[in-house]
């Protein structure tokens, strides 16, 4: 009930098109959906985060679709730039627990100029 | 500091070693976390931290790995008698508070070989 499914494994476009990742989760006590980009040899950072009670963030280029009732979440990345090459990851986690995030299994995106 | 930061960088130990990590959280920050991450994997919780709280460790792995945090700030994370399926690379993420939403930030973690 813990896990978090992260689709696809891997992910190739070209500069200026849009990159999708998708995300289920199963625990519906989740509250706190974070994005995060891992460059190699570096901690992953935070890209951008969404709660429950809305249905879209957006952030610049990047943008977070949530569907509560299909408990999933896509992260959208617009105009996609060599600069994004890199690995992202979902998360889920329930803040009144200390925020404990569980991870989906990442995503490697290359953006051919 | 500026960032989170963890040392070494790199540890390559033989099987059966005690090899201690070490984490120095963002100032100010109040909840820290370990995390592993296996080649080509996501994150894996380890252990959370908050303030004087006793910490959750309901994701260590085995009664191998324990870690502490002093004064409520550096963190070492120590796994005894080390086994190869421990190579990975442990991150430490520090958090103003645990609720609210907060993001972490992340340390670049250390990469451990066991050989």
């Known amino acids: 009930q813990q896990q978090v499914k992260q689709s696809p494994q891997s992910l190739i476009v070209q500069k200026g098109g849009i990159s999708i990742i998708n995300c289920a989760y199963e625990?519906?006590?989740?509250?706190?959906f974070p994005w995060y980009q891992q460059f190699p040899g570096k901690g992953p950072a935070l890209l951008i985060a969404?709660?429950?009670?809305?249905s879209e963030k957006k952030e610049g280029r990047f943008t977070i679709s949530f569907n509560k009732s299909a408990k999933q979440f896509s992260l959208h990345i617009m105009d996609s730039q060599p600069g994004d090459s890199a690995t992202y990851f979902c998360?889920?986690?329930?803040?009144?627990?200390?925020?404990?995030?569980?991870f989906g299994g990442g995503t490697r995106v290359l953006v051919k100029p | 500091g500026a960032g989170v930061s963890q040392s070494p960088s790199n540890k390559v130990t033989e099987k059966g070693k005690d090899v201690e990590l070490r984490c120095d959280p963002i100032?100010?920050?109040?909840?820290l976390y370990w995390y592993r991450q296996s080649l080509g994997q996501g994150l894996e919780f380890l252990i959370y931290?908050?303030?004087?709280?006793?910490?959750?460790k309901s994701g260590l792995p085995s009664d191998r790995f324990s870690a502490e945090r002093t004064g409520g700030s550096v963190s070492t994370l120590t796994i005894q008698r080390t086994q190869q399926e421990d190579s990975a690379v442990y991150l430490c993420?520090?958090?103003?508070?645990?609720?609210?939403?907060?993001?972490?930030?992340f340390g670049s973690g250390t990469r451990l070989t066991v050989v």
């Open positions: 969404i709660r429950p009670d809305v």
């Open positions: 993420a520090s958090s103003p508070a645990p609720g609210g939403g907060y993001g972490y930030t």
């Open positions: 625990n519906t006590a989740f509250d706190y």
């Open positions: 100032s100010g920050h109040t909840a």
């Open positions: 931290f908050q303030g004087n709280s006793a910490p959750d």
């Open positions: 998360a889920a986690g329930k803040v009144a627990a200390g925020n404990k995030l569980t």
